[in-house]
């Protein structure tokens, strides 16, 4: 069954039980591109503007307190999740996220209507617009209310970050003692120790946890009281300073209302320096898994076996854990592009893709978070294979360069030169014979490796 709803352009039926009105079908007939709806976190965000909202209109007597309960209690709802169903639009849709502010808007009205005894539609008792939206615009609830969700699922990154950070160090720690060859430009190069490959690994993504948390203060900046350019038309003067307060106290955030808020309605370059570090971390996470490939081909490492790897030869175990953190982290770095490039398409007074940087925005924190603590737990199972990493060192013509410091680059060039002609396999024991089996337990050991250098004469 249907009731007939009305708005400027004419009537048109919506489902007699859904909460939402004209609008939001209009928007379901017009939008169904994607099959992927608003991020969740969004439409939380925006009930929060919502209440922030209607309580500075309560407080300063332009919505009679029955009334002003009621959409609070109805904003509430929403953050509960019990109205999730009531949310049915496509992350994409033109108008700069009208259609999302006025689907929020329609059903924090028609609950309202209910817990005050009337029927869905009965917009006398409240009205979407003349009441849920008073003294508001979309051009500054979305962007605030983007803000917001952005800033919460930067908390939720940071703590998956630090898991990962504190995982690899437990690596670092439990590697320490076992040498290791180390490689660039895919070639032997000098020794060091597994736990160092891990430890810079714990590195990378240290500085990611901390150029995430930072990245916050860049979100905390809102025009909310600005209403459709930044200079609060419609709007009471009392109204736009004490909403931001009442913004602060039920989110629990550090907002700050923006003191030109014509920029901030214009220019959403702040979510680009967040895409930014977000770019970074995928970055990140997809180099430590290509290693963890290559470390585990080589056999220095063991991948934990998590499913069977071909339908075609038995015993195949592939490393899916790591191929799915590339994978994932690379449509992240996609979605880093489509802010910029939505962003980028703003003019004069409003970013009309606000839509489009927000859904890729907030998938890409979302899925960062997902992979960050998939790989983590994964992480917890990875193992050493300590012989395997010995084979590797041992054979490698180029850690004769760990002794040029006792026998200088002529000679370990000549050194190097009789273990080709050799036939032999084994460099440490070759060395061993030419140096001393004593010299070169010391020299290859884990802890001289990491040592920073060696001490020479001049040191105390």
């Not at 061993?432 to 001289?448: C, D, I, P, W």
Request: charged share 20%; glycine share 8%.
């Amino acid at each position: 069954m249907n009731r007939m709803e009305k708005d400027s352009l004419g009537e048109q039926p919506v489902p007699a039980d859904a909460c939402w009105g004209i609008h939001t079908q209009r928007a379901l007939d017009n939008f169904p591109s994607t099959g992927q709806r608003v991020h969740p976190a969004l439409i939380r965000a925006l009930a929060l503007v919502k209440k922030a909202c209607c309580l500075a209109n309560l407080e300063l007597g332009y919505l009679p307190e029955e009334k002003a309960k009621a959409i609070l209690l109805a904003c509430d709802e929403i953050l509960a999740g019990t109205l999730a169903d009531q949310f049915p639009l496509d992350a994409l849709q033109g108008g700069a996220g009208t259609s999302t502010n006025m689907n929020v808007n329609e059903v924090i009205a028609n609950r309202a209507i209910e817990i005050l005894g009337g029927a869905k539609g009965q917009y006398g008792l409240v009205d979407p617009l003349e009441d849920v939206n008073l003294h508001q615009s979309t051009n500054d609830v979305y962007p605030t209310a983007v803000k917001i969700a952005a800033i919460m699922e930067l908390r939720a990154l940071c703590q998956s970050i630090a898991s990962l950070q504190g995982a690899f160090q437990r690596k670092e720690k439990e590697f320490a003692a076992i040498p290791a060859i180390g490689r660039t430009e895919l070639q032997e190069a000098v020794p060091l120790s597994l736990g160092a490959q891990f430890g810079a690994f714990a590195e990378a993504v240290a500085r990611d946890r901390w150029r995430t948390f930072k990245c916050e203060e860049r979100l905390r900046v809102v025009n909310i009281g600005g209403t459709a350019v930044g200079t609060g038309l419609g709007a009471p003067r009392r109204y736009i300073f004490l909403v931001i307060e009442k913004l602060r106290e039920v989110t629990g955030l550090g907002l700050a209302r923006a003191e030109n808020p014509v920029d901030q309605t214009a220019n959403a370059d702040a979510f680009v320096e967040v895409a930014g570090i977000l770019s970074a971390h995928a970055s990140t996470l997809i180099k430590i898994a290509c290693d963890l490939r290559l470390l585990n081909l080589l056999g220095e490492v063991r991948l934990p076996a998590v499913q069977v790897g071909s339908s075609i030869m038995p015993g195949k175990v592939n490393p899916v854990i790591c191929e799915y953190v590339i994978q994932c982290s690379l449509l992240c770095l996609g979605y880093v592009r489509l802010v910029e490039e939505a962003t980028s398409r703003s003019t004069l007074q409003i970013c009309e893709f606000l839509p489009l940087v927000s859904h890729a925005l907030l998938s890409c924190l979302s899925v960062l978070r997902q992979t960050d603590e998939t790989f983590c737990r994964h992480l917890a199972q990875v193992a050493a294979d300590p012989d395997a990493c010995r084979r590797n060192l041992t054979g490698s013509p180029t850690l004769v360069t760990a002794f040029l410091p006792l026998i200088g680059y002529r000679r370990a060039a000549e050194l190097l030169a009789e273990f080709a002609t050799s036939g032999r396999t084994d460099m440490a024991a070759f060395l061993a014979e030419k140096l001393g089996a004593e010299v070169v337990a010391r020299t290859l050991s884990a802890h001289n490796l990491m040592s920073l250098g060696y001490r020479d004469e001049d040191d105390a």
